[in-house]
């Protein structure tokens, strides 16, 4: 059975989307039948792998409909990365789906019949704690959690942490943090030096070695519709995100 991971923080702008499509990518290229399944009404992730965000059907069809989860599986034209696309309905699924019984569960019920294709399963969450992220956190078995390397960038990380405990006490009793990532890491400022080092010391032993650094080609991928590796697949950014591949692999 394959590995689902959650990738949150309520932030906005901090690099869940980015890290979700770069590592899903990462690791279909390293061999790995891998599953993305958008979270977010946003549809940063679907549109940032050239999929229409007005496809249908969507992640809120399996969620809030009858629809099985595999039928809302689309091919992402990368060798072993499929992908549920979202689209705007999806936001309203935010007020259905506490209506709904059994609402925290409704992910993790129409995922369990496609866990075994998989070895790894991302899903990019939306930036808040609301019933999508809390779907999320109790579908998944670990959790990622990217930290922009910027000013505040421990606000807001208590909370999140509360809520994990939170999801992992009367929840999900088997979820844990697969690590804290650092983003947009510029290496040449001191600041992002020094928020790095206050990360890691707070959160010992949380902290991915792996740092993603601000890169314009990360950047600029999305926009052509492709994860870094085949947008530019020399450049800083994709090296990061196969190391970081490499390291969650590794810590299973
Ligand atoms: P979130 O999903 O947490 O809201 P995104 O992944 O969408 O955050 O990232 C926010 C913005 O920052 C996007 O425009 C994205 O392209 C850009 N970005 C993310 N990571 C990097 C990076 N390493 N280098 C340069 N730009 C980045
Ligand atoms: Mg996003």
Do not use: W
Request: some cysteine.
């Amino acid at each position: 059975m394959g590995t689902v991971y959650a990738i949150a923080n309520q932030k906005g702008g901090v690099g869940k989307t980015t890290t979700a499509v770069n590592l899903a990518a990462c690791v279909a290229e390293a061999g790995y039948e891998s599953l993305l399944i958008d979270m977010d009404p946003q549809s940063n992730a679907t549109l940032g792998l050239g999929i229409d965000k007005y496809a249908k059907p969507t992640v809120y069809d399996a969620l809030v409909g009858d629809l099985e989860l595999r039928s809302a599986v689309v091919e992402s034209g990368i060798a072993r990365l499929a992908v549920v696309p979202a689209g705007p309905d999806l936001a309203g699924s935010t007020v259905e789906l506490p209506r709904l019984p059994g609402s925290e569960n409704r992910l993790r019920d129409v995922l369990a019949p496609l866990r075994d294709r998989y070895a790894f399963v991302l899903l990019d969450c939306p930036p808040s704690l609301g019933p999508l992220t809390v779907n999320a956190l109790v579908a998944a078995d670990r959790v990622i959690v990217p930290v922009q390397a910027e000013y505040f960038a421990l606000e807001g990380l208590a909370g999140l942490l509360d809520t994990l405990a939170l999801v992992q006490r009367e929840l999900n009793p088997k979820l844990t943090v697969a690590g804290m990532l650092l983003t947009m890491h510029d290496g040449r400022t001191r600041l992002a030096q020094d928020v790095e080092r206050e990360v890691r010391e707070h959160f010992p032993a949380l902290v991915f070695e792996t740092v993603i650094p601000r890169n314009v080609r990360v950047g600029e991928a999305p926009s052509f519709g492709k994860p870094v590796i085949h947008y530019d697949p020399h450049c800083a950014g994709a090296d990061a995100y196969f190391e970081l591949a490499k390291e969650v692999a590794a810590r299973g």
